[in-house]
């Protein structure tokens, strides 16, 4: 039977049910070294590649989202999914024709979906707000003013932030569902700048960080720190010192209202990182700073095979003997920093965009002359983009006062993606540290414990419902793995597998993926 077509009324507030259908099933897997895999969820799909999200709830499971077409009506079918992969319901949304769904996220056990409105020209959005447990949906509009590019969408108790860029200007709305307004933040600059980051903290309060230039022509981070209501409490911007231009950061609220900030340093107007910063502010606005040349850390050049990190340290050496400046020059991204134990652990990912050049004239009669269809782009100079190629991840050990305590590293081999993304997850134990990612149907994993190597990089496939079965690797692709809830990621992507007795068929699935 067709799922019921339901209708929006175009009011500030319209309430909903979608209709449930109640499931249940569950796959369990034996462990296998230390990587267990404990659950897997598979659904069919036809030789089409399908388009599933997932969209984690932590301790409340997760959600599983496809867009389906139902006749003429555009629909998005929600699975929820409990933490052993028990469906609890399924429901389908009606979506307008037209409008476009901008992001979504799982919150206070209920699913956010942030999307645009028609007519597109009046940069209206709206917000659906699905319940975990019962299916029932409120449709929440927002009147928007002006026409950002969503970059941003966070979620608080009461509230949604959404940030984004009014040309090259960052913009953060905040949308209140007491008051069902929505209202420019206050304290934001008026001049070009980067989002690099909202960071929600569980109190309700939350940071802005942009990226932007001072009154000296410095770039630097500029801090803003606001209520749970979208109160301005704190403004301020950290004060490099010299010629340093602070890149990117990320912050973390820590006892006693402190902050620590950490992220890339470089020179003016240059995307490139010659090395990392720490900050930590006080309450009064007191700020420590420490820099790290990517020379000074001791094991950032591991990745690299050993007798060229021998020749790049010998380098460095001599170097510092003549008194002369090192300079390193990297793409880096820094994603997250973690409390672990006494200490705070940073972790980010060094990666390069790659180009190839081809004579436009040969596309110009079969193509678009800007875009080819794997998701490559041409630039003005006809060299097509190819993607970002990661070099390895970082992960770093510091005090209090941001001083470096340790420091590794994790090759990230074979790994291409056109939209920059975290790939290398870590999972923090009492005496060793995992550090994970996803790969061609493997897992690979390497554990540290400080600037030690307990297990080099080892790896473990992503299992399915027999060890019988053959995955075509060809016809197979594993998106990532991802933060679940505890010490829980979740791996999931499409897989052609072969059994020889039901045959060949091809799934879209998720397995529940550990480290012990």
């Not at 799982?106 to 319940?131: E, G, H, T």
């Not at 980067?194 to 932007?212: C, H, M, N, R, W």
């Not at 190839?356 to 490559?376: A, K, M």
Request: with cysteine; proline share 3%.
């Amino acid at each position: 039977m067709l799922p019921r077509k339901i209708g929006f009324a175009m009011s500030s507030t319209s309430t909903r049910w979608l209709f449930l259908s109640l499931l249940f099933g569950l796959c369990a897997f034996s462990c296998h070294a230390q990587i267990i895999q404990s659950a897997r969820y598979e659904v069919s799909v036809d030789r089409r590649e399908s388009n599933y999200e997932i969209i984690p709830a932590e301790q409340r499971g997760l959600f599983v989202l496809s867009r389906l077409l139902v006749g003429q009506t555009e629909q998005l079918e929600i699975t929820s999914l409990d933490t052993a992969f028990r469906q609890t319901w399924k429901g389908y949304l009606p979506l307008t024709k037209g409008s476009m769904l901008i992001s979504k996220r799982a919150a206070y056990n209920q699913l956010y979906i942030l999307q645009r409105n028609l007519p597109l020209s009046r940069n209206d959005l709206s917000v659906i707000v699905v319940s975990k447990d019962s299916a029932k949906y409120t449709q929440y509009f927002i009147r928007n003013y002006i026409p950002i590019t969503t970059t941003e969408f966070q979620i608080l108790p009461d509230a949604i932030i959404i940030g984004g860029y009014y040309n090259r200007v960052p913009v953060v709305i905040y949308y209140s569902f007491i008051t069902r307004k929505s209202r420019i933040l206050p304290g934001l600059l008026n001049e070009s700048g980067e989002l690099t980051q909202v960071k929600v903290y569980p109190d309700g309060t939350f940071d802005v960080l942009i990226s932007a230039k001072n009154l000296n022509g410095i770039q630097t981070i500029w801090i803003k720190n606001y209520d749970a209501s979208g109160e301005l409490l704190r403004n301020y911007s950290l004060e490099p010192e010299g010629n340093k231009n602070l890149i990117f950061a990320r912050s973390l609220k820590i006892n006693q209202d402190m902050h620590v900030v950490a992220g890339v340093y470089g020179a003016r107007n240059s995307e490139y990182s010659r090395g990392l910063f720490i900050a930590s502010i006080d309450p009064a606005g007191i700020q420590q700073m420490r820099y790290y040349n990517f020379a000074d850390l001791e094991n950032f050049f591991k990745y690299l095979k050993a007798k060229r990190e021998q020749r790049i340290k010998a380098r460095i050496q001599r170097r510092k003997i003549k008194g002369k400046r090192i300079r390193f020059s990297y793409r880096f991204l820094v994603h997250e920093i973690v409390p672990y134990q006494e200490q705070y652990v940073l972790l980010g990912e060094a990666f390069y965009p790659k180009y190839i050049t081809f004579d436009r004239g040969f596309y110009s009669g079969f193509f678009n002359p800007h875009t080819l269809g794997n998701g490559s782009s041409f630039t003005r100079d006809g060299r097509i983009f190819d993607g970002y190629y990661y070099t390895h991840a970082a992960v770093m050990g510091f005090d209090k006062d941001g001083n470096v305590i340790w420091d590794n590293s994790f090759e990230i081999n074979d790994v291409k993606t056109f939209t920059l993304e975290q790939f290398v997850k870590l999972e923090t134990q009492s005496d060793k540290i995992a550090l994970l990612y996803v790969y061609d149907n493997e897992l690979r994993t390497k554990i540290i414990k400080g600037n030690e190597v307990l297990e080099g990089k080892a790896t473990e496939p992503i299992k399915t419902r027999s060890d019988s079965e053959i995955i075509d690797r060809e016809n197979s692709n594993v998106t990532r793995l991802d933060y679940w809830y505890g010490k829980y990621f979740y791996a999931y992507g499409v897989q052609e597998i072969t059994n020889s007795r039901s045959g060949k068929r091809k799934v879209f699935f998720i397995n529940k993926v550990s480290y012990q």
